[in-house]
Each structure stands twice: as C-alpha cells, then as structure tokens.
C-alpha cells in the first residue's frame, strides 16, 4: 500500500514550457486534489476531484489544467509555465472532501 | 482577510513547555475541522482531528469554539520531536489551509 505518489521529485522548466506532474493512489479515494505551497501562503488549492470523470477549480486554478479518467491517477498539467509557478506541489487524496486528506511527497517545480 | 488565520510564529520554546497555538476561521459553515503537522521538506500528515467537545490525543489536546470561530492546539511536555510547522485546516467545501505556526523545541 503506497499511499499517494507523486512524480517527478524535482523538476526545472523554462519559462513557456509545460509538463504534466503525476499523482496516484492506492487506497481508492474518490477525493483527489493539488496544492501549491509557497512561503508565508499556506497550502493553496489549484484543482480537486470528486469522483473519475468531475473535476472543479480551486483557489488558484490559472495556468493549470486536470483530468480525472480513473479513480486512482490525476495528474497536474502545466500549460506554459511562469517564473510565479515556482513552487512545491503537492497532491492529496481522502474518501469525501471533508475528510482526512493522505499527502504525497510533493515536486518541486523550479521555473527560469 | 485569509478564510484561516495562525498565530505567525515562530515559537521556540525548551523541552517539557507548554505552548499553544491559536487559529481563527471566517466561514461560519464550515464543518470540518484538523490540525496536521509538516516537518521541514515533508508533506503535512494529520495530527488529529478536531470535534466540538473537544478531544486529546496524549500530550495534545484540541479545542473547538464554534461561536467564536477558534480552533485551539495545546501541546505538553514539549519533546525535541514536536520541532515542525503546525497547520491548521478548516473544511467545507474544500480544505483550507492556514499559513501555519512554526514550533522549535529547544533542549
């Protein structure tokens, strides 16, 4: 039982690149959501889901987009990445929204 | 104003202290309530859930006041090991996520 996993650990981009950062679950949570986490701000929510097939924006939701084709994966995409995506990602999973979010690892997105 | 507020910190504090953090929330229906902990570089994990009667866990105990909108955490006989960030998270539609309380145990 992994929990939740996230790929890649690390990562650099260029300004105007995009990438797709990955996030898996085993525990079949039907909750799945992604946070940024910047210094003096928090955890901040870009994207959740509440079920495969529904996703919905959060806080911060521009310049990202999500899918939801399976209960277990919801990866994170970045269009054309800025120097203010800089920052650490992390994903959660739970069984509703108001519950005990699982955190994975997180990436580190490093944007020049 | 932030929908989850924290005492900014830092406390540092020597083994054995008593110290606790404070947490305020603006949205009155929120149903949900958590302190998690997030070691330096680590993703946060629950620390424990908080219930409007109030509830311990060892040396932590968390507090509830509705009325006011207040989320308490108390923590005793501080150790070297509680060293880390202190978050506190409200939820209602979503999770929201204060900014956290840094926490130094000294010895």
């Known amino acids: 039982n992994a929990g939740v996993t996230q790929t890649p650990k690390f990562q650099v981009l260029k300004t105007g690149q995009s990438m797709t950062l990955q996030c898996a679950q085993d525990?079949?949570?039907?909750?799945m959501s992604w946070y940024r986490q910047d210094p003096g701000m928090g955890l901040r929510l870009i994207h959740y889901?509440?079920?495969?097939?529904?996703?919905d924006q959060g806080e911060v939701p521009n310049g990202y987009n999500v899918s939801r084709s399976t209960t277990e994966d919801f990866p994170l995409r970045l269009l054309s990445a800025a120097p203010s995506q800089t920052s650490v990602y992390f994903c959660?999973?739970?069984?509703?929204?108001?519950?005990?979010?699982?955190f994975g690892p997180g990436t580190r997105l490093l944007v020049l | 104003r932030k929908e989850v507020e924290q005492d900014p910190g830092p406390f540092n504090v020597p083994e054995g202290a008593t110290v606790a953090f404070n947490c305020t929330y603006s949205?009155?229906?929120?149903?949900?309530f958590f302190w998690y902990r997030q070691d330096c570089r680590k993703e946060p994990k629950l620390l424990m859930s908080?219930?409007?009667s109030g509830n311990e866990d060892g040396r932590f105990t968390a507090q509830l006041n509705r009325a006011s909108q207040y989320i308490s955490l108390l923590i005793r006989d501080s150790k070297l090991s509680d060293s880390a960030t202190y978050l506190c998270?409200?939820?209602?539609?979503?999770?929201?996520f204060g900014a956290g309380t840094r926490l130094t145990v000294k010895p």
């Open positions: 959660a999973s739970s069984r509703t929204r108001r519950e005990t979010q699982y």
């Open positions: 525990m079949n949570h039907e909750y």
């Open positions: 889901s509440v079920g495969a097939g529904i996703t």
């Open positions: 949205n009155s229906a929120s149903q949900s």
């Open positions: 908080v219930y409007s």
């Open positions: 998270v409200v939820a209602n539609n979503d999770m929201r």
